[in-house]
């Protein structure tokens, strides 16, 4: 038995960092797709190709007839943990610890751009796995296991992603609570500094900054969550759709010069950010845990002239749509 399964990428539209702590935020799920295969193998092993994805520590040596391939094995398997994580988990809600499986892995998403790769790589995973395993698990409970895995190797994860990666759409969310916003077709454009972050290190930077001084980050981040209560209020709002945009808008601009204070942008980022709003967008910020990544900009009526600025200014704009679906089974073959 195959069985292929597909999960989203997401943005966060307001929220990030914060909502590690407790404070709510708002995601959206984007047309951007990790697609995971998986199968039984007569190995016993679990066996995880990741097609598309760069391996650290690798050096070749060449001589006059041979070629020697050695690889830092704790960094490779550093890279893969998100996989085998999802794996164990499903084999052990399965008890089925017997069994062989091969992963197989190609994905849409750039790898820590602050789209929510380590989510969908999990929640397809684990969405695969369980259906070979004939495990019937829910999309929400999916979600929650996703949740464990970014735990197990992040060592924090507020639970956003995996959530709105496995049931998809446009939603509101708070301390491993969600609901689902209407949903909106919304004037976006992502760009992409071509460098990446890791969410484990930023996330483990901003609690350090914390640490040392809360009496001053503590309202930084209360600040966010009252952001994304405003944000919510325009959102469910029946306000003109043209002063819903520029309300949000202003708000992602607070919310990016807070993410900056937190220091998770980079020179880069807030280039992107300058240019599109300077080229029309009526707010643009980080999306994700930042360090390099994706920026995201609002800009009704503006996205070719935005997705310009963001090339012309070194970025990779990407134009995408919200995904009303979140984890596929797109296959199972007997
Ligand atoms: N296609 C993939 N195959 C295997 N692992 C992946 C894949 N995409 C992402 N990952 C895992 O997710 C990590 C990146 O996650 P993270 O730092 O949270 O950034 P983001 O989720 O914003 O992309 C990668 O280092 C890798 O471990
Ligand atoms: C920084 C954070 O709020 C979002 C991280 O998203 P990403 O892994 O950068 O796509 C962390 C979290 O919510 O667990
Ligand atoms: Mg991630």
């Known amino acids: 038995m195959r069985v ?9 539209l307001f929220g990030e960092h914060s909502v590690v702590y407790g404070k709510p935020a708002i995601a959206a799920a984007i ?24 391996v650290p520590g690798l050096t070749v040596s060449f001589s006059e007839d041979e070629i020697y391939f050695e690889s830092d094995y704790g960094k490779a398997a550093e890279v893969l943990s998100y996989v085998r994580q999802a794996i164990e988990l499903v084999r052990e809600e399965a008890d089925k610890n017997g069994k062989g499986i091969t992963v197989s892995i190609t994905s ?12 969908a790589v999990a929640v397809a995973t684990i969405g695969a796995v369980s259906r070979l395993l004939g495990l019937e698990l829910t999309n929400e409970e999916i979600g929650k296991l996703g949740h464990r895995v970014e735990l197990l190797v992040q060592g924090a994860s507020s639970g956003i992603d995996p959530t709105v990666s496995a049931i998809g759409g446009f939603i509101h969310y708070e301390k491993g609570k969600f609901e689902h916003l209407p949903f909106m077709e919304l ?71 807070l993410l900056d204070a937190l220091g998770v942008s980079t020179k880069k980022l807030s280039e992107l950010v300058y240019a599109a709003r300077t080229a029309g967008a009526l707010g643009a910020k980080i999306t994700g845990a930042g360090g390099g990544g994706c920026m995201y900009a609002l800009a009704p009526e503006k996205q070719s002239e935005v997705a310009t600025a963001i090339t012309i200014a070194g970025g990779t704009p990407m134009i995408t749509e919200i995904s009303r679906e979140g984890l596929r089974i797109e296959e199972v073959i007997p």
């Open 187 to 257: 004037p976006i454009v992502v760009g992409y500094t071509g460098s990446s972050g890791s969410t484990k290190e930023l996330v483990a930077m901003v609690r350090r900054t914390r640490e040392e001084m809360p009496e001053i980050i503590e309202p930084i981040l209360l600040s966010m969550g009252k952001i994304v209560e405003r944000a919510r209020e325009i959102l469910l709002s029946d306000l003109d759709e043209k002063v819903r945009f520029e309300r949000l808008g202003r708000l992602m601009n607070i919310n990016h010069g």
């Open 31 to 54: 047309n951007l797709r990790t697609y995971v295969w998986a199968e039984f193998n007569e190995s016993g092993a679990i066996k995880i190709e990741a097609k598309d994805i760069r």
């Open 108 to 119: 849409q998403i750039p790898v820590g751009a602050g789209l929510g790769s380590s989510a």
């Open 4 to 12: 292929l399964a597909s999960a989203p990428a997401k943005i966060i």
